[in-house]
């Protein structure tokens, strides 16, 4: 049964960071992407950054470049998103997710359905 749990959410004041980890259970996840989302309140939950497990390739949605890093730690199973410079925009729950690589642009890659989701970690910036 595979289990993405995330923590490392809470409240900020912008300009500030936050790490945000997912612990990845249940399985072997090499040929796997995985990726953080967010939803706002009213607002569809939308793709934020993604990795490859395996060669550790990087994607970011525009709003996030030069201010958010995904990495993943194999040994530990796990993934993190640093967010620096916090905007009030960013408020949001922040969603861990995994999917199976099939080939694709990254474009495809965030925008396709996602095999496994975490509870989600609440993420609030004050400004």
């Known amino acids: 049964q595979v289990q993405l749990v995330e923590s490392g959410g809470g409240l900020v004041q912008a300009g500030g960071s936050l790490r945000l980890s997912c612990v990845a259970s249940?399985?072997?996840?090499?040929?796997?992407?995985m990726a953080w989302f967010h939803q706002a309140p009213g607002k569809k939950r939308e793709f934020v950054a993604g990795?490859?497990?395996?060669?550790?390739?990087?994607y970011y949605a525009d709003s996030v470049k030069g201010r958010f890093t995904i990495s993943r730690d194999k040994a530990k199973n796990t993934v993190y998103l640093q967010m620096n410079s916090l905007k009030p925009d960013d408020t949001a729950v922040y969603y861990c997710?995994?999917?199976?690589?099939?080939?694709?642009?990254?474009?495809?890659?965030?925008?396709?359905?996602?095999?496994?989701w975490g509870q989600g970690t609440q993420v609030t910036i004050s400004s």
């Open positions: 997710a995994a999917t199976t690589y099939v080939g694709g642009t990254w474009s495809a890659v965030a925008s396709r359905p996602y095999d496994y």
């Open positions: 249940g399985r072997t996840f090499n040929n796997y992407v």
């Open positions: 990795i490859m497990w395996s060669a550790g390739n990087t």
